[in-house]
């Protein structure tokens, strides 16, 4: 299990990927080690390929709306928008 982070590093973490950093810079950017940014983005990875919304999903983590223990996407009502606002 990577070191805990609080939520807002870890919804960085995914949108520094997002934007196209490599695990490097977005370990630098984040404050957190390189190891810890892979395992965090290959959770974000499987939560969204996994889910019945992925374009909700991920819209839900990059805010830092997504619940983590729950395993769900942001509240019902929450509008999560077009990814290409963010």
Request: hydrophobic fraction near 40%.
């Amino acid at each position: 299990m990577p070191a805990e982070i609080d939520p807002a590093t870890r919804a960085d973490i995914a949108f520094y990927a997002a934007q196209g950093y490599s695990q490097a810079a977005i370990a630098e950017a984040a404050g957190v080690s390189r190891r810890t940014v892979r395992k965090y983005l290959d959770r974000t990875r499987e939560v969204v390929e996994g889910s019945a919304n992925p374009r909700a999903t991920l819209c839900a983590i990059l805010r830092d709306e997504y619940d983590w223990g729950q395993g769900e996407r942001a509240p019902d009502g929450v509008d999560t928008g077009d990814l290409m606002s963010l």
